[in-house]
DNA sequence: TTAGGCTTGG
């Protein structure tokens, strides 16, 4: 990719757009951008069935229902992983004030290709009108007080039809949510006035929590307790099936938003528990730390919220100063204090089914030293820096139990917490004969006094803290000769994870003999420059893959987007509204009626056709944008054309001007000669391009742009990707996923693995990357932006 | 439905 081209193709305001008008159809579940007209997909004969009024004696039949999704759950593999179901909940648009009656939101059990189309496609917030479906009795009327049935949409019948919403959507929640109609204005209680029984939503300080942990039910539990300046203390359980979706709680203080959780007297206390359609959002307790909650999710957020996280933090920071007691540093560790740790994990080893090793560090040395455990060789997943120095400085944390499970998760160079660490003094053979006392560390079984651990995201905090201990740590010892501690980007989470956090799934394709470098690094240089890094998708826009390819002219380098169907039909309507009989010397015409009396449409064959072996070129005169597509097939080309004085001509504006089965290719409006159909004879190459060239226009190619936000640590990046003929990360054509089901899942595939939907940043995997800085100038000011180039997924022998 | 804080014992 040259940098003229990058200066050329200002393409990044095309990205600041929320919401694109483009759309392509993922089967079955088919894209809109009207929700008042969505029916227009629909055969004629389809009824609308309300839902109030739906029961399950009707007759669903040639039937479809509408609504505003409320509700998606995740996507479930069922038995062999190859099959799957998602559960969904949509709410029926219904004057405000008749919202208290019954059966306006149902449950929708969606299977198959259709449930994984679904989760892709759709978002909370949609409108969706669903067709082929059946009726069952919901199974959870009483819990979830709905529906009194289910619709479950299976086989090849059902269908989907989806139109965004065209704003965020509100609420959010880890276990289910609601979303209303209307946006919510919410009433925040203070927590000395709950009443038993009721349904609230309340902000608190957390003053003590548990992580997730296995009930005797189906579900996580974990429980909280939660103070506000009201001065009340209560307890809090959430359920939740997901570990994941538990809000995430790292320390005392940490400030919690709860929606829709239900108070009890418990005990003689008031507590909280959570219900069908509760949420929660978590912000790190820190003075002056940025108002940003810990979700992936969609969420509420008003000015007026950040303004109680914010005074909740002076309050607690005036009030409750005990919480704001640092975790121990090992330097600070006394023998049999229990303590909460902050820090980086370098190595683990299974010992056993209960007993797993943790090698970590926090750049502070303990005053003990530490008893050697004898690790079976081979067994060490991680590496242990060379060097003479390391005495007292990597601790070996012996992780027992129930939080095995958590430790076998975790991969060297994330930075954990470990709650409630037990430090036990151990009496050993020192040297002549003395008795020396050294210190393990032990994380017990069970979970009281919130014993546990978890790893921290890296915009924590405490993670910035930890680091910079680390790297201070790393330049003392720099001295050391023997030592691989000199090299000070060692301790970044980036350089410890090379080749040691699983697989790097992406590769670089250029030959640049460049030093990996940091974000912060990047960011602080000056354009042109070309570099290397290793970094995390922290973000990506846009979501939906639709709205990421583009048309792109390769002689004047403007970048247009790709018109929706509606457009389509509107400007082809305009242009074939004129269907006067127009007859080319060159060629073979025959002319057919249409439904419509008003319209004929007539083909033009060339009567000097190139070689039959060669696929066909019909132009087609007077049919409309879906007659083209009805008609067109992958044996000849379509070009739709119009009569215009007398002369065949190409249809104007931006339609496609050749078909050939599901792919449609554009002509460039600048850069296309000719207006005018000449005979088209001896071509020899029967493809677009040959086409296109031998008829005088100049062909658009489809390009595919993504902006991703890069994380490694010291600095996010943004960062433009750009798909087409000379940049190929994902290995799938943007011509190809402008038609083909297959490229777009293969590429949702690759997405999903680079940055789980629901997963934080910790699970998402290193890339090495080649970036370009580059610097686009436009009415004399400049502005500096990053692309990745010279990159590509590593692909596996199943996709090649 | 589940849990309803309050130290292992390696």
Redesign the pocket.
């Known amino acids: 990719m040259s940098t003229d081209k990058n200066c050329l193709i200002d393409i990044w305001h095309l990205l600041s757009c929320t919401w694109f008008k483009i759309q392509i159809e993922i089967m079955p579940v088919y894209t809109d951008q009207d929700p008042l007209n969505m029916e227009k997909w629909l055969p004629k004969t389809r009824q609308s069935i309300p839902l109030h009024t739906l029961t399950e004696q009707s007759e669903c039949a040639g039937k479809y229902v509408k609504g505003k999704v409320v509700f998606k759950g995740p996507l479930l593999h069922i038995g062999n992983h190859l099959k799957y179901l998602l559960k969904s909940v949509i709410q029926e648009d219904v004057p405000k004030q008749s919202q208290a009656s019954n059966n306006i939101s149902i449950n929708v059990v969606l299977f198959g290709g259709l449930a994984k189309d679904f989760s892709h496609a759709v978002n909370q917030g949609d409108t969706v009108v669903l067709s082929g479906f059946t009726v069952s009795p919901s199974p959870t009327f009483m ?1 979830d007080q709905l529906h009194h049935c289910n619709l479950h949409l299976d086989g090849t019948e059902a269908n989907v039809h989806v139109c965004a919403a065209t704003a965020p959507t509100v609420g959010t929640s880890g276990a289910s949510a609601t979303v209303l109609s209307a946006p919510a204005k919410y009433v925040y209680v203070p927590l000395n006035t709950l009443k038993h029984g009721s349904q609230v939503n309340v902000y608190g300080v957390v ?2 929590f ?1 992580l997730p ?1 296995p ?7 974990s ?1 909280l ?1 939660l103070t506000d300046p009201s001065g009340a203390t209560v ?1 809090c ?1 959430i ?1 939740c ?1 997901n570990q994941e979706n538990h809000p995430k709680i790292f320390k005392a203080g940490d400030v919690i938003r709860l929606h829709r959780v239900k108070a ?1 007297m ?2 003689g ?1 008031m ?1 909280l ?2 219900c069908w359609g509760w949420s929660a959002l978590t912000f790190d307790g820190t003075v002056g730390s940025p108002v940003v909650p810990r979700t992936d999710k969609s969420f509420h957020f008003s000015e007026e919220d950040r303004h109680r996280v914010m005074e909740l933090r002076k309050w607690a920071a005036h009030e409750l100063s005990v919480l704001r007691e640092p975790t121990v540093p090992l330097s600070a560790v006394v023998p ?1 204090q ?1 303590f909460d740790f902050t820090c980086q994990l370098l190595a683990k080893a299974c010992l056993d089914s ?2 797993t090793l943790l090698k970590v560090w926090d750049g502070t040395r303990c005053r003990y030293p530490f008893p050697t455990i004898p690790v079976e060789p081979g067994t060490l997943e991680g590496e242990i820096p060379a060097g003479t120095n390391t005495q007292n400085l990597i601790a070996d944390v ?1 992780v ?2 129930n939080h095995v499970e958590v430790a076998q998760a975790l991969k060297p160079g994330m930075f954990l917490c470990i709650y ?1 660490l ?1 430090a ?1 003094p151990q009496m050993v053979a020192g040297e002549a004969c003395t008795v020396q006392e050294v210190l393990s560390f ?1 994380l ?8 546990g651990l978890c790893a921290l995201p890296t915009s924590s905090p405490d993670v910035s803290k930890l680091q910079r201990a680390l790297q201070s740590c790393a330049e003392q010892m720099e001295g050391d000769m023997d030592s691989s501690w000199d090299d000070l980007t060692w301790c970044t989470a980036s350089q410890l994870s090379n080749g040691v956090i699983g697989e790097c799934p992406t590769v670089r394709k250029c030959t640049h003999t460049l030093q990996k470098v940091s974000l912060a690094h990047v960011k602080s240089s000056s354009p042109p420059e070309m570099f290397h890094v290793k970094a995390q998708v922290k973000s990506y826009q846009p979501k939906r893959l639709y709205q990421c390819l583009k048309l792109f002219c390769s002689q004047c380098k403007t970048i247009e987007e790709i018109p929706d169907p509606e457009t389509l039909r509107a400007r082809f309507g305009q242009a074939v509204r004129d269907t006067r009989p127009c007859r080319a010397a060159w060629a073979d015409s025959l002319t057919t009626d249409t439904e419509d009396p008003s319209r004929q449409i007539t083909l033009h064959v060339s009567s000097k056709s190139p070689a039959d072996s060669d696929p066909k070129l019909i132009f087609v005169q007077g049919a409309s944008f879906d007659d083209i597509c009805h008609l067109s097939s992958d044996e000849e080309f379509m070009i739709p054309v119009k009569s215009s004085r007398g002369k065949l001509a190409f249809l104007d504006s931006m339609v496609p001007f050749l078909f050939r089965g599901k792919r449609q290719f554009y002509g460039c409006r600048q850069c296309s000669v000719r207006k005018f159909v000449k005979s088209v004879e001896g071509l020899e190459e029967g493809n677009e391009k040959s086409i296109s060239e031998a008829l005088g226009l100049q062909l658009m190619e489809y390009v595919l742009v993504m902006k991703f936000e890069l994380d490694d640590g010291t600095a996010t990046l943004e960062a433009l990707l750009l798909e087409d003929s000379k940049d190929n990360f994902f290995h799938v054509s943007a011509d190809d996923l402008s038609h083909s089901q297959e490229a777009q899942e293969k590429m949702q595939k690759i997405m999903d693995s680079l940055h789980p939907p629901d997963g934080s940043t910790l699970q998402c995997p290193w890339l090495e990357l080649c970036l370009s800085l580059y610097a686009v100038g436009e009415n004399g000011k400049s502005e500096v932006h990053c692309q990745i180039v010279n990159t590509q997924i590593k692909e596996s022998p199943v996709d090649r």
């Open positions: 819990k003053t003590f548990k942990f009930t005797k039910g189906t579900d996580y539990c429980t307790k307890s359980t359920f099936e009890q418990f005990g206390s507590t528990v959570t049999r229990y209960a007993c012996l027992y139990d409630n037990h036990v032990h017990h079984g069970g979970t009281s006094y919130g014993r």
